[in-house]
T-cell receptor, first 108, second 122 residues
Framework: EIVLTQSPATLSLSPGERATLSCRASQSVSSYLVWYQQKPGQAPRLLIY???NRATGIPTRFSGSGSGTDFTLTISSLEPEDFAVYYC??????????FGGGTKVEIK | EVQLVESGGGLVQPGRSLRLSCAASGFRFDDYAMHWVRQAPGKGLEWVSA????????DYADSVKGRFTISRDNAKNSLSLQMNSVRAEDTALYYCAKDYSSLYSSYFFDHWGQGALITVSS
C-alpha cells in the first residue's frame, strides 16, 4: 500500500496569504496524484488531477506541482471560501487507491 | 447537472447486512466507472470499491473484500453496495462517486454525492 503523508496537519493563515500544502508518497506515484477540497458538511470537490491539471471550474489561484514522491498544492492568495480541508490521493497503484490524512487550512 | 443521491443508510447491528444505493442523473451513467468512498466520523477518506462501466471489473479495498459487493444497473442509472457482516469500523459516511473518465477507469472522482451515514452498533 502506498502511504501518503500530508503536512502540515493544520495551516493557520489569513485571507490574501499564500498557502503551501505538501503531500509525500511512500513510493513513487509518478504524476498520478490528485487533490480534493472538502468543506464542513460537504462532499469533497476535485481540484487538481495528475499533479498539476486543474479540474473544470477551479480558479487559477490553485496550482499543483511535483512528481515521484513529493507534491505541493499552492493557493496563491487565500479567499474566504478556501478555508477547508485538503486531501491528496494517489491513483498510481490502482485499484489500491489511498488518500492522505488531510491538511486543514484555517483562518488565523 | 450531475447528481448522485445515496440512500439506504442507517443504524445496523454488528454482523448484520445493509444495502446502499446511489441514484445517478445528469450524465451518461453507462459510460463511467463508479466508486464508493467512505469517511469515518471526523476522519479522512477511504476508497472502498469500484465497478467498471459495464460491470466486467470490480475492485475492493482489503478492509471490505469478501464482505461487501458492488453492483450497478445501467438501465436504472443506479449503483449499489451490499454490505454483509458489518463491523463497528465500517461506521462512516459512504459517498457514491463518479469516475473522471468515460469508458475506462481513471480511479479518481469528479463528482460526489452527499453521502449516506452507516452506523454499526449494538
Amino acid at each position: 500500500e502506498i502511504v501518503l503523508t500530508q503536512s502540515p496537519a493544520t495551516l493557520s493563515l489569513s485571507p490574501g496569504e499564500r498557502a503551501t500544502l505538501s503531500c509525500r508518497a511512500s513510493q513513487s506515484v509518478s504524476s498520478y496524484l490528485v487533490w480534493y477540497q472538502q468543506k464542513p458538511g460537504q462532499a469533497p470537490r476535485l481540484l487538481i488531477y495528475d499533479a498539476f491539471n486543474r479540474a473544470t471550474g477551479i480558479p487559477t489561484r490553485f496550482s499543483g506541482s511535483g512528481s515521484g514522491t513529493d507534491f505541493t498544492l499552492t493557493i496563491s492568495s487565500l479567499e474566504p471560501e478556501d478555508f477547508a480541508v485538503y486531501y491528496c490521493q494517489q491513483r498510481s497503484n490502482w485499484p489500491a487507491l489511498t488518500f492522505g490524512g488531510g491538511t486543514k487550512v484555517e483562518i488565523k | 447537472e450531475v447528481q448522485l443521491v445515496e440512500s439506504g443508510g442507517g443504524l445496523v447491528q454488528p454482523g448484520r447486512s445493509l444495502r446502499l444505493s446511489c441514484a445517478a442523473s445528469g450524465f451518461r451513467f453507462d459510460d463511467y466507472a463508479m466508486h464508493w468512498v467512505r469517511q469515518a466520523p471526523g476522519k479522512g477518506l477511504e476508497w472502498v470499491s469500484a465497478i467498471s462501466w459495464n460491470s466486467d471489473r470490480v475492485d475492493y479495498a482489503d478492509s471490505v473484500k469478501g464482505r461487501f459487493t458492488i453492483s450497478r444497473d445501467n438501465a436504472k442509472n443506479s449503483l449499489s453496495l451490499q454490505m454483509n457482516s458489518v463491523r463497528a469500523e465500517d461506521t462512516a459516511l459512504y459517498y457514491c462517486a463518479k469516475d473522471y473518465s468515460s469508458l475506462y477507469s481513471s480511479y479518481f472522482f469528479d463528482h460526489w454525492g452527499q453521502g449516506a451515514l452507516i452506523t454499526v452498533s449494538s
